[in-house]
């Protein structure tokens, strides 16, 4: 267990809808990632908040945004769903910002299937 | 850009054998390199790699880094199926409050 939680873990919905995935870093963690990982592209990021600011951004599309809450949990908001988008959808998190080097821990994923 | 390649992409080898996974890498200011273990679920972190010629061991894994030639190798001795799984490795940079880069993992099948 890494300590990195995500809900849902599976999530079935149509084309053109909007979901919203939830992840909460490890205890003193400030920074959260999000990675998609499809069959055919292996992972890759999308974005990272550190306490609760933007601080890199990736692949990501216009129709996915991201928001890092206060108590530092994070949500992935993805709409307008294409088939495309399913995939698995991973949380990470590190840096307590004392360390000076950082792994980073994966959450168990969420998986979104689009029909 | 950051690149990240690693080799072989497949594997197939019965339990008992020893397996090397290879992973280059180009980075700018390159700070570690991790190795991860993914099985039907999430990345599990294996290694983190900081310093040249220094091997890294748990059990029968064990790693090093050479960051004159930029790559790392992972070995695992005494190969079991549980070792089946796709490895990934992603260097770091700067602080290492920084977004992964991962190759396309090496996938190893350990045969009974």
């Known amino acids: 267990d890494s300590g990195v939680t995500q809900t849902p873990k599976h999530l079935i919905t149509a084309t053109g809808q909007r979901v919203t995935l939830r992840c909460s870093p490890r205890s003193g963690d400030l920074s959260v990632y999000w990675y998609q990982q499809s069959l055919d592209q292996g992972l890759q990021f999308l974005i990272q908040y550190y306490n609760g600011e933007e601080r890199a951004k990736g692949n990501i599309l216009e129709r996915f945004s991201a928001q890092q809450f206060p108590d530092l949990h994070s949500e992935l908001n993805l709409s307008s769903l294409e088939l495309g988008d399913s995939a698995l959808y991973f949380c990470?998190?590190?840096?307590?910002?004392?360390?000076?080097?950082?792994?980073?821990?994966f959450g168990p994923g969420t998986r979104l299937t689009v029909l | 850009e950051d690149k990240v390649v690693q080799s072989p992409l497949s594997l197939v080898v019965h339990e008992g054998d020893t397996v090397t996974l290879n992973c280059s890498y180009e980075v700018t200011n390159f700070r570690s390199l991790l190795w991860y273990k993914q099985e039907k679920k999430a990345p599990t972190f294996l290694f983190m790699l900081t310093s040249s010629g220094i091997e890294k061991k748990s059990g029968r894994l064990s790693s090093i880094l050479d960051k004159k030639e930029l790559f790392s190798i992972l070995n695992i001795t005494a190969t079991q199926t549980g070792d089946s799984a796709v490895y990934l490795c992603?260097?770091?940079?700067?602080?290492?409050?920084?977004?992964?880069?991962f190759g396309k993992g090496t996938r190893l099948s350990v045969i009974a």
């Open positions: 990470a998190s590190s840096f307590t910002g004392t360390s000076f080097y950082n792994e980073q821990f």
């Open positions: 992603a260097p770091t940079r700067d602080s290492g409050n920084t977004p992964l880069v």
